[in-house]
């Protein structure tokens, strides 16, 4: 794990599981931290994986697992037929967009997530993976979206260190160098 997590107040559950799914966001924010758009398109392995790609399929992700707890309409609809551009910048789209896309998804997350209990429940949607008619918790949510987020976190860690080498490790160090100034 190359940060520590902070743990926010004792018995805050709600605070612990999104300071996880921030430290997540964080590994694939570090992942593009100082690519041009074009390293940040590059699919260095036999995957269609590029970083900008993954950054925003995690963002738009989400974004519809958010939509989906609070019982909303989709405002981005993917199905079989456009999946794949999720994983794809429009032409003319910037990483530094997305980032800030995703910014805003995290805060109505963030907010969301307090404003429930952990104990309360959304329908899952329809999908041959769900249970028919199923219900998860708020917790679960946040699990989930540390899950797939770390998932795709490792994916980047791979993708970056094949473009340049660098490792989760020292991008740590190079964001902390970006911070101070």
Not at 71 to 99: C, K, M, T, Y
């Amino acid at each position: 794990m190359p940060t520590h997590v902070l743990a926010e107040d004792h018995g805050d559950e709600a605070g612990a599981l999104l300071a996880f799914l921030e430290a997540q966001r964080g590994g694939l924010r570090r992942a593009v931290l100082g690519l041009t758009e074009a390293q940040a398109a590059l699919r260095p392995t036999a995957s269609e994986l590029s970083l900008a790609g993954l950054v925003k399929h995690v963002a738009e992700t989400e974004q519809t697992w958010l939509e989906t707890a609070q019982e909303r309409p989709h405002s981005i609809e993917r199905n079989a037929e456009n999946w794949h551009l999720s994983f794809q910048l429009a032409d003319g789209g910037r990483v530094a967009d997305v980032l800030e896309f995703w910014d805003g998804v995290a805060r109505r997350t963030e907010e969301f997530i307090r404003s429930v209990s952990l104990n309360d429940t959304f329908p899952l949607p329809a999908a041959p993976w769900f249970p028919p008619e199923a219900r998860q918790s708020m917790r679960w949510l946040v699990l989930h979206l540390i899950e797939e987020t770390a998932r795709h976190a490792g994916h980047a860690d791979i993708l970056r260190e094949s473009l340049d080498g660098k490792t989760a490790f020292a991008l740590v160090d190079e964001e902390s160098r970006v911070l101070q100034g």
